[in-house]
């Protein structure tokens, strides 16, 4: 690596912090001008301390929650991972048999149209009768709610293959079943990865609605029992916490996508090349 270009890589490293500095640095001003009580809008550096405190116990000023950080995060990743990967195989399998079969399609698409306009949290009562108060309601209300995002993304990417390739495996001897699995679901992937990241990030906001609700840990239930003591110091260090887990999720599925999807990147470059 030249100077230069170690330079710019340093540079545009430092461009990506300017905006979150300067709000952090507002945000720590604002709170301590005394426009509003302290308590109301904690500063940074407060929410720091309370964070602190609740992943590695410093002080103890976070109470009940101190060194308990840790198992929040565990409680509410097991929700999302598992509502995440029924959603996952079932929208997929689904979005596949939909996108190949007009049959398929006649006889499914109407029922899932017509459940997909409804909100995944008007779910809450039912699932709280029919699993109880544990993880099974949480389960289910993030599966409804990163369900639909992979169904329609996968449905797309099956219904855009390219019909050329499909006659070419057709004149080539392909069965229906190899024509899907060798060209309909790597020509889909693409859709199916975008289908994935926008669903990583409902499954953590239905999880952490849930939590509010219907299940009595996780990182959700202690934004709201903190919300009840009015430690909004708390509440936003569990707010940062979720953003900074579904960041970390959606990273994931990016790199995993770059990884899986390699032929697609060099076909890219090919045609900018062109």
């Given amino acids: 690596m030249t100077q230069a270009s170690a330079?710019?890589?340093?540079?545009?490293?430092?461009?990506?912090?300017?905006?979150?500095?300067?709000?952090?640095?507002?945000?720590?001003?604002?709170?301590?001008?005394?426009?509003?009580?302290?308590?109301?809008?904690?500063?940074?550096?407060?929410?720091?301390?309370?964070?602190?405190?609740?992943?590695?116990?410093?002080?103890?000023?976070?109470?009940?929650?101190s060194g308990k950080w840790i198992q929040d995060v565990a409680a509410s990743a097991s929700r999302v991972f598992a509502g995440f990967a029924i959603s996952t195989l079932l929208g997929v399998g689904i979005g596949m048999a939909i996108g190949w079969s007009r049959t398929v399609e006649r006889l499914i698409e109407p029922v899932l149209q017509i459940l997909r306009p409804v909100p995944p949290v008007s779910w809450i009562p039912l699932a709280i009768i029919w699993f109880g108060?544990?993880?099974?309601?949480?389960?289910?209300?993030?599966?409804?709610?990163?369900?639909?995002?992979?169904?329609?993304?996968?449905?797309?990417?099956?219904?855009?293959?390219?019909?050329?390739?499909?006659?070419?495996?057709?004149?080539?001897?392909?069965?229906?079943?190899?024509?899907?699995?060798?060209?309909?679901?790597?020509?889909?992937?693409?859709?199916?990865?975008?289908?994935?990241?926008?669903?990583?990030?409902?499954?953590?906001?239905?999880t952490v609605t849930a939590e509010m609700v219907a299940v009595k840990s996780g990182v959700g239930y202690v934004l709201w029992d903190s919300y009840y003591f009015l430690r909004y110091d708390i509440v936003i260090a569990a707010m940062v916490s979720i953003g900074l887990l579904g960041f970390l999720s959606d990273l994931a599925i990016k790199l995993l996508a770059g990884r899986v999807l390699r032929w697609q990147r060099g076909s890219t470059l090919q045609a900018k090349e062109v």
């Fill in 7 to 65: 330079l710019l890589s340093l540079y545009r490293r430092i461009e990506r912090a300017i905006v979150p500095v300067a709000l952090l640095i507002g945000w720590e001003i604002f709170s301590r001008s005394g426009v509003l009580p302290p308590a109301l809008l904690p500063a940074p550096s407060q929410v720091l301390l309370a964070w602190a405190d609740w992943v590695f116990a410093t002080d103890g000023n976070t109470q009940t929650y």
């Fill in 133 to 206: 108060i544990a993880n099974k309601p949480a389960i289910f209300l993030v599966f409804l709610g990163s369900f639909f995002p992979v169904l329609l993304s996968t449905i797309h990417g099956v219904k855009t293959c390219d019909r050329n390739l499909l006659r070419a495996g057709a004149m080539a001897g392909g069965t229906p079943g190899k024509l899907l699995r060798h060209i309909v679901f790597p020509a889909a992937l693409p859709s199916i990865f975008s289908g994935l990241r926008i669903a990583i990030g409902s499954a953590w906001m239905l």
